[in-house]
């Protein structure tokens, strides 16, 4: 793979180019006009960008193909990777990999990772979680329907059971940095396993919540459709606070969110997330080197 080429060759990142970085956040994603996705709601379609194998689904085909999984089916989970998480992804390719690997759908979180997808010929439809979240619990989820929640306050869920008319809730919440105690960990995969919810939320943060995610995965008597959400239900309850639609259009909710959170976001936005364009380009340059690879989508 080509992160593990990358990995040999340099520990460090190299500085952006400034003004390349604006002209490809700013560029149209106008390549893809004209390509219609067709919808697969039993084996959506992927597109390998970044060494992940994103689902090339739009959020309309995605909720149908979620509400048409039988509720007793094997337990299947959504990642929703951002520039965060691919960036975080190049630090512990051990620990994480598995866990977006096994994913039933890959949706691209992140409006600045389809424009660069876009830029070598990759159509990658923008699904974010906090969208996907809230396009379910008002369009979607019955009153009977079973939902498990992992995190979150005990008012945010009395208050999105409230909202919603909701008649079966179960929720846990873990003690803080509960991903670093077994005990812990065992007792969050033992109450998503035991729920047996059709649809489960899992609001623990990343990296935490794909690791749960597939360990419930790999049980076998867990039932369902997980969602890797964050901060999703938070978003869904008015508890934190979108950026606009039109800033978030023009690939700038980074910005918002910074500028509302600066003393918990700045490294993240700041330091750790200018890293992608450096990941970015290395991908790039390999994945040409590859006879037939430049541009193609994966059937």
């Given amino acids: 793979m080509y992160l593990d080429k990358f990995h040999e060759t340099t520990e460090h990142f190299a500085p952006a180019n400034v003004p390349d970085l604006a002209a490809l956040v700013a560029a149209p994603l106008n390549q893809a006009a004209g390509r219609r996705i067709e919808p697969d709601w039993t084996e959506p379609r992927p597109v390998e960008f970044l060494d992940l194998q994103f689902t090339r689904i739009s959020m309309v085909d995605a909720i149908e193909a979620i509400v048409a999984r039988p509720p007793s089916a094997p337990f299947s989970y959504i990642v929703t990777p951002n520039v965060d998480h691919v960036v975080r992804l190049q630090r512990r390719r051990s620990d994480l990999w598995p866990a977006y690997r096994g994913a039933w759908m890959t949706l691209c979180d992140s409006r600045i990772l389809a424009r660069m997808a876009n830029a070598v010929g990759r159509d990658l439809p923008v699904v974010t979680g906090s969208d996907l979240t809230a396009a379910l619990f008002e369009q979607r989820i019955c009153t009977d329907d079973r939902i498990a929640v992992l995190g979150g306050t005990e008012d945010m869920v009395s208050r999105i059971t409230q909202r919603f008319n909701l ?45 749960i995610a597939r360990r419930v995965s790999r049980t076998a008597c867990a039932s369902g459709v997980g969602f890797c959400v964050g901060a999703g239900l938070e978003f869904l309850t ?62």
């Fill in 167 to 211: 008649r079966d809730v179960r929720h846990y919440n873990p003690p803080m940095g509960f991903i670093r105690d077994a005990r812990e960990v065992a007792e969050a995969v033992r109450f998503l396993v035991e729920a047996k919810a059709r649809y489960t939320f899992l609001a623990v943060g990343s990296p935490q919540q794909e690791i």
């Fill in 238 to 299: 008015g508890d934190q606070e979108r950026a606009p639609r039109v800033v978030q259009q023009m690939s700038l909710e980074w910005l918002y969110r910074l500028s509302r959170d600066p003393q918990r976001l700045w490294r993240r936005y700041l330091i750790e997330g200018p890293q992608i364009f450096r990941i970015h380009q290395t991908w790039r340059r390999m994945s040409v080197s590859l006879p037939g690879s430049a541009g193609r989508l994966v059937p």
